[in-house]
Nanobody, 123 residues
Framework: AQLVESGGGLVQPGGSLRLSCTAS????????MGWYRQAPGKERDLVAT???????NYGYSVKGRFTISRDNAKNTVSLQMSNLRPEDTAVYFC??????????????????WGRGTQVTVSS
């Protein structure tokens, strides 16, 4: 299974942006889905996660500004980002714990990452 992100770009401080990520392939089940980000010279940090039953968890710096949601039927997770700040500038990575079927119908569990999408907050 693969994760493909979309929706990054350049936005002014105070603006909004929405990221989406879809899992493709022979997906059987997805447990936790989420977003992480990595700024230049820094470690990859948690932005938000959501379980299959809708339980959410947010990084401290984005609470109240970002909202994570998922569509289990479409294997999609989205991140609505509002009141963006310059310090939100980073590459945002989608992550998911996926159970999929392989070419011989075997079950394969993986912690998958997308390639990342750049979010730049600047005037």
């Amino acid at each position: 299974a693969q994760l493909v992100e979309s929706g990054g770009g350049l936005v002014q401080p105070g603006g909004s942006l929405r990221l989406s990520c879809t899992a493709s392939g022979r997906v059987v089940r997805i447990d936790v889905m989420g977003w992480y980000r990595q700024a230049p010279g820094k470690e990859r940090d948690l932005v938000a996660t959501v379980t299959s039953d809708g339980t959410t968890n947010y990084g401290y710096s984005v609470k109240g500004r970002f909202t994570i949601s998922r569509d289990n039927a479409k294997n999609t997770v989205s991140l609505q980002m509002s009141n963006l700040r310059p310090e939100d500038t980073a590459v945002y990575f989608c992550h998911a714990d996926i159970l999929a079927k392989g070419p011989s119908d075997e079950y394969i569990a993986s912690k998958s990452w997308g390639r990342g999408t750049q979010v730049t907050v600047s005037s």
